[in-house]
């Protein structure tokens, strides 16, 4: 269509962008002649600027080469742009030349920028690998199995892992074509590559690669992978297609601790009934010097840890304890001593890659045989571990870690990354609710991290997944669901405890004897108001710590006896009325004998008396250090005494006994 303004005369058309294929029309006159041809010629710049901050050089001039001869007066072009942008600035010169020979002196020009948006479509035919994964079989040995899988994975930016795994090794073939999707084009060439810096250049009689052959130096290592082909047609742009896959399948991981159901464990029953395992270490004398291979039959604590492989152990969701002269054997749910040692033995399999265990030269610390520290080929197993710890404390919900190990066993003493320890062992000194993982890494130096791609923390996991009793609100995802049974959870710091003796006063309902409780004959105590009464609260506390002392080694109490704080009221009501009253007897007193006056004005009949004990000071959270408290206990007791008149007078605080501290407000729980 020709434009023309209000006058009637041609505009010139404006034309800034066209596609880089477009049929061109032009035409020219000659006063005294005849026009019998054309010269035309197009010149472009840059795709891109040479450098960032610089800007594209201005489109250069024909030069007297550049130009081609035609008697037509319109052709079809099809312009270039490039392998770097879509787009691209252009000129198009063109003059007449008339029956004498005689040139136009003022060639035509029209700039224009031409861009591709139909290049040729790319499309995989075959995208396969071949590889060898290695199934453990009972006693230790594998069977190897070929493995043919196909890649239909594309990359996407911001996915960090792909939907299809190859094993290691494989040799890796792709195939394919490409269709054009503008009339009147063809495909060019190709250009691809997978971990070359650059592309591989192919004319378009090339249509397979393949990678890994291990012939020469073609080795493909192991990780996340993208093969990105690319077709061009004439003016230079391509479509592309990707394959996206993970080279090396992941190891899978699992605690592998102790059997507690075997007979060498003692059972201990603690006050609210539930049963835990343990080893006296005094009685056994593991370990002393003068007996190193004294170990715990069957576990991670004997020579298991060297010459049974990861792969051949058991699934058990268990980990040792060794607090004191005590070795412990728990499970998930359980509590452990606060400033106790844990170890957590683990157990994986690992399909594709070599037992390349981190074993060099004579670490003093490597076991002297075993299969567990003898590098070799793939035998289904990792080659070892990382772990964490991490605890929510009680009182706060604050989540508390370390950072994640390196990989252990590494026998190497020349290596920074020496650690030479087969299971993995933690210190807990922080009072709440622990969060434990044992994660396997295979010989190419993969990680098994459901826990890491499943969420921030696995206290999020758990905590999502335990407590999501409705599937359908998406709370606890897929992920969530098969990464929790990697994660151990259990409690920190044993509660303080009341030890309801003979001696105990006032006196509960029941006391305990050797046999279990018996009634208490004393039952219900009576305290008369206005004289001084006396209290008796023995508590104790199995592990016991002053956080104002330095802890100056880890797997004990730091103290020679328990530090308890106990805080003691009775709650009545006022004499002649309904109205409760509550008298402090004790506020963070760390003395079990307690000397008290009842206020004169307490009403004679029966009260409550409200006990808990605590086993840190008031002081501790300054320091952000919180331990814990028991329950509350309530002992009826009975209120004597002279009417109000005849009573002397007596303060309802608690009278302190000579050297105690004085009392202080605090919160009875942490």
Known sequence: MTLKNALGQVIAPDINRIPVRFHLYWAGSDPDGSVVGFYWAVTETLPVPEADGVPLPSLPGPKSSDYHFTTRTDSVFVFTTSDLQSERQHAFFIYA???????????????????????????FDLAQATGTIYVPQPGGAVLPQQSVVSIRDTFTAGRQFPNDTIPSGSVMSFKWHALPTAPSTFVTGYEYKLDEPTFNIADSSVHTATYNTHVGTDFVGTGVKVFTLRAQDQSGWFGQATR??????????????????DPIWTTYRDGNGKAYRYIDLTATGWPTQNNPTLSVPHSQLSTDSANVLPSQRPNRRTFFEVYGNQLWAHGEGDTVNLNSWLIFPGGGTDKDSPYAVHVAGADPSRPASGAVVVPGPPNGSPVGFRSQVVTRKEATGQLVSGSETTVYPVFDESSVFRLPIINAYAPVQVTGKAYAYVIAEDGDGTVDRRIQQAANSPADIVDLVDHDTRWESGSATVQ??????????????????????????????????????????????TYQRGTVQKFQIDANDIDPIDFSATIKAIGGPNISGPLLVRNVKIVGLLDGTTTPDTVIVAQNTEVANISFVLPANLAVGPADCIINVCDYRATDPENGIYGRCSDDMHIPIVITGPSPAEAPTGASEPTQRPGSPPNGGRSKKP
């Open 97 to 123: 030349v008339d029956n004498k020979g005689k040139p136009d002196p003022t060639p035509a020009r029209f700039i224009f920028r031409s861009y591709d948006r139909f290049p040729p479509q790319p499309i």
């Open 244 to 261: 996206y896959f993970q080279m090396n399948f992941a190891p899978d991981s699992w605690f592998a601790g102790p059997d507690t159901l």
């Open 480 to 525: 969530m669901q098969q990464a929790r049974p990697q994660i151990i959870t259990f409690y920190v710091n044993h509660r303080p405890y009341l030890q309801l003796d003979a001696g105990f006063l006032p006196p509960p309902p029941q006391v305990w004897s050797s046999g279990g409780t018996v009634p208490n004959a004393l039952f219900p105590g």
